[in-house]
């Protein structure tokens, strides 16, 4: 079954960079349409970056110019590159795809961002 392990969080200052990284098994990895998400407490997850199987991205309007997402799908990865962060990206953060896992969701990566 589907398996997602996102890493890479941490706490840093504003103006500090993060790379977040989630390791996917169980799926046809280099078929799907990846995404990243971010939620924080009493708020809906939301759509931060997705990128198709071909290498068409997205980014949500709060991270275009700042965030980079990427796929290996050799390693069956996808990154997500963070620069210029701010508070307002304190998260956690998920990895998935938009048509979902069946409810399934991975442990998520914890995001601090300090002013």
């Known amino acids: 079954q589907v398996r997602l392990v996102e890493s890479g969080g941490g706490s840093v200052q504003a103006g500090g960079s993060l790379r977040l990284s989630c390791a996917a098994s169980g799926i046809n990895f280099a078929i799907n349409h990846m995404a990243w998400y971010r939620q924080v407490p009493g708020k809906e997850r939301e759509l931060v970056a997705s990128?198709?199987?071909?290498?068409?991205?997205y980014y949500s309007d709060s991270v275009k110019g700042r965030f980079t997402v990427s796929r290996n799908n050799a390693y069956m990865r996808l990154l997500l590159q963070m620069n210029n962060l701010k508070p307002e990206d304190t998260a956690t953060y998920y990895c998935g795809r938009p048509s979902g896992f069946g409810g399934y969701w991975g442990q998520g990566t914890r995001v601090v961002v300090s002013s």
């Open positions: 990128i198709t199987s071909s290498g068409s991205t």
